[in-house]
């Protein structure tokens, strides 16, 4: 399963690709909003520091102006992946861009009716939003599952990037079910790391070796 980062922070994204495990980068206005950045600048220093896929969202609603916002936007690196929001609108764009060779991260999906649309219009990533999909009384993994299924239903080769991750067991439900990718904030991807008896582990070790006297460099 692929790794992106969801986040405009650039010290954050830094961190994370010197581990070597960071596969791409999502943002939206809301963190492009947060990150206090010009929203061109900021995508472009993103798009040097990360090989994969850039997500960066029109915020036109009408065909027309989402299309020329996409052609302002990839031009700013190879790696731009245009998002666009699930609406008739959405995915004539998404439809045009695919075709013309742009990826396309279709966001804001809330069901596996919407997943097979996206699928349907060649998207490149479809981003079921799992966190908001909880939050409102519903089953974000189970969203999951059920797209996953429609999807290796047909061989649609959309990918299910699971995005509005907001803990480590979301990410553990999405491998187990197959997505191809996740989006997480920094925490939660570093939460990943942790685990108490790794800490408590390595405290012991480093006593123990610590009274042997010897040093290996
Ligand atoms: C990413 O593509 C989405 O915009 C993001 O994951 C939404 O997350 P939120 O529900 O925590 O705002």
């Known amino acids: ?18 581990t070597g495990l960071l596969d791409g980068v999502t943002t939206n206005p809301s963190l492009i909003a ?11 220093e993103i798009c040097s520091i990360v090989d994969g896929p850039v997500s960066a969202e029109v915020v036109a609603l009408d065909h027309e102006t989402m299309m020329k916002e996409a052609e302002v936007l990839r031009k ?10 699930l609406t008739i609108d959405g995915l004539k764009t998404c439809k045009a861009l695919t075709e013309d060779g742009t990826m396309v991260n279709v966001t804001l999906c809330f069901s596996a009716n919407q997943a097979l649309l996206a699928a349907k219009a060649g998207a490149t990533f479809i981003s079921p939003f799992v ?19 429609i999807y290796d239903n047909y061989m649609f080769e959309t990918e299910i990037l699971v ?16 997505a191809d ?37």
């Open 163 to 178: 995005a509005s991750v907001r803990h480590v067991t979301h990410v553990l439900e999405s491998a187990r079910i197959g």
């Open 131 to 149: 966190g908001r999909h909880d939050d409102n009384g519903f089953n974000g993994m189970e969203l999951i599952e059920d797209i996953r299924l």
């Open 1 to 18: 399963m692929k790794f992106f980062a969801d986040t405009a922070d650039i010290d954050d994204i830094k961190e994370l690709a010197a």
């Open 181 to 217: 990718v996740m989006t997480a904030p920094p925490k939660v991807i570093k939460a990943l790391f942790n685990h108490v008896l790794t800490d408590k582990g390595i405290e012991g070790f480093l006593k123990d070796w610590q009274a042997t006297g010897q040093s290996i460099v």
């Open 34 to 44: 947060k990150s206090g950045r010009d929203f061109m600048e900021v995508t472009k």
């Open 76 to 85: 700013i690196a190879d790696n731009v992946c245009i998002k666009v929001p």
